[in-house]
């Protein structure tokens, strides 16, 4: 690790915290810190003594969308269809697909894509001076990175429109009000209950949280039919976890379980 990369990487236990690292331009994503990003979920996603992740940014903003720097138009037009498969859409999918708890820190602003990979995430907190800006409108774009399907399944689409159609910011207060994200913290507590919760997650039983997130992706595409269909045949494999049968031997022991993740 070294100062200049681009995205960070620490492990505590089973818990590894990923942070966005070009805090001179907001964490604005250059292809570097795309890679690198993707790398670290990645890598993460595949260890297994890797339990939970948390996604977070260096300095005062999460992350301010896409690098315009890098898109100057009086170099060439680029094919924003191929960067969105080549860079945005890989990355929010792996994000979805990773069967283990992945919570993000919102440490400041959260633009275009940076507030809708925030969004990717299971479980988002936000410090209450973070906004989140939907910025795409600003430059005749829409909403990618998964902007337009989490913000319409999270808010509705009067809230959806009016916030991609505007551009105005979102307090966190009112992002945790509308159900947007988890919760908005105190600024100075976002830090220490972000990683508390990593770390309880990297303690908990992963394999059925893993199931837990994959049922619950799950839900808006389904009949109730088939997602109790689902919930049978998730149930079937959790109950043969052995967390499962040390969740049972603790609570008639009385004492708290010692989760292995297997
Ligand atoms: O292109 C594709 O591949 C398609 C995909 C697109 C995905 C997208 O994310 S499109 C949306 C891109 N992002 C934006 O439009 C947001 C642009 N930034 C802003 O609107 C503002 O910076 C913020 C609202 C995020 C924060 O405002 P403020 O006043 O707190 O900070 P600032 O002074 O504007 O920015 C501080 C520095 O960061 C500044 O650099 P300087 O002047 O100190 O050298 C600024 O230029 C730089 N910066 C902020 N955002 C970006 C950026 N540099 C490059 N790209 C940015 N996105």
Redesign the pocket.
Known sequence: MSDTDTVLVNRSGGAVTITLNRPD??N?FNDDMHLALRQALAEAREAEDARAILLTGAGR?FC??????D?DPRRGV?D?GH??ETF?NPTVRLIRAIEKPVVCAVNG?A????ANFALACDIVLAAKSARF?Q??C??G?VP??GGSWHLTRLLGEARAKALALTGEPLDAETAERWGLIWKAVDDEALADEARALVEAFAKGPTKGYGLTKQAIHAASTQTLDSQLDMERDFQRKAGYSADYAEGVAAFLEKRVPEFSGK
Do not use: E, M
């Open positions: 331009k907001l604005a903003a301010a969308g896409q690098d315009l720097g898109r680029p924003l960067t969105l945005y602003v633009a275009g894509a940076g800006i910025a795409f600003r430059l774009l990618d990175a």
